[in-house]
């Protein structure tokens, strides 16, 4: 049987409908100066060991200088921060101007203010097409209960409204 052809726009409006919340995967580069981008292909994967995974795109520039730092942060965005996710979607711009930011344990950036963070190491990276599909073993995590998380959803943002 022959494969059917799938037009990308049509698969990407169709998905939009999966809901997920926004990371920002920040690290140091090798000149010490933090690096970063917008990630929505996020997901807890594993608890024993603790793995996380998303998927950088082929075409990511911010990648391959997080790859091989010795560790990196995964942000997880809070509702007031749809500006900060248009920042660290904009390809070779400065992402990190006027963002305060601290290192965690480990020493990757964790950026002031996000909901839940996570710091990683490398685990490992497969094959996904036109992006990677990496899995990193989760070093130090912590959430901020009192935040709601900002969401991503058929295109826009939105914010959290519990169901009664
Ligand atoms: C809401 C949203 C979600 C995104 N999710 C991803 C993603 O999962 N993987 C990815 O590679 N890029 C994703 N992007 C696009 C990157 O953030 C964008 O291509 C970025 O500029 C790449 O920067 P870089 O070249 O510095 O790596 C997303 C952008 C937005 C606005």
């Given at each position: ?7 990308s726009d049509h698969m990407r409006r169709v998905l939009g409908h999966f809901c997920s919340g ?64 248009h920042q660290f979607a904009r390809s070779g711009t400065d992402k990190f101007r006027d963002v ?19 710091e990683c190491r490398l685990w490992a990276e497969y094959d996904g097409g036109d992006h990677t ?32």
């Amino acid at each position: 049987m022959t494969t059917p052809l799938i037009d990308s726009d049509h698969m990407r409006r169709v998905l939009g409908h999966f809901c997920s919340g926004i990371t920002v995967i920040t690290a140091l580069g090798a000149d010490g100066r933090p690096v970063g981008f917008t990630c929505q292909s996020f997901s807890s994967l594993s608890l024993d060991p603790p793995l996380v995974s998303f998927s950088p795109a082929r075409t990511s520039t911010s990648w391959p200088l997080i790859r091989t730092a010795d560790t990196f942060a995964v942000n997880v965005l809070g509702a007031g921060h749809a500006e900060l996710s248009h920042q660290f979607a904009r390809s070779g711009t400065d992402k990190f101007r006027d963002v305060r930011w601290a290192p965690g344990q480990f020493g990757a950036p964790i950026l002031t203010g996000v909901t839940a963070w996570a710091e990683c190491r490398l685990w490992a990276e497969y094959d996904g097409g036109d992006h990677t599909i990496v899995a990193a073993r989760v070093l130090h995590l912590h959430a901020d209960t009192d935040t709601d998380a900002l969401l991503y959803y058929r295109g826009a943002y939105h914010i959290p409204a519990p169901v009664r």
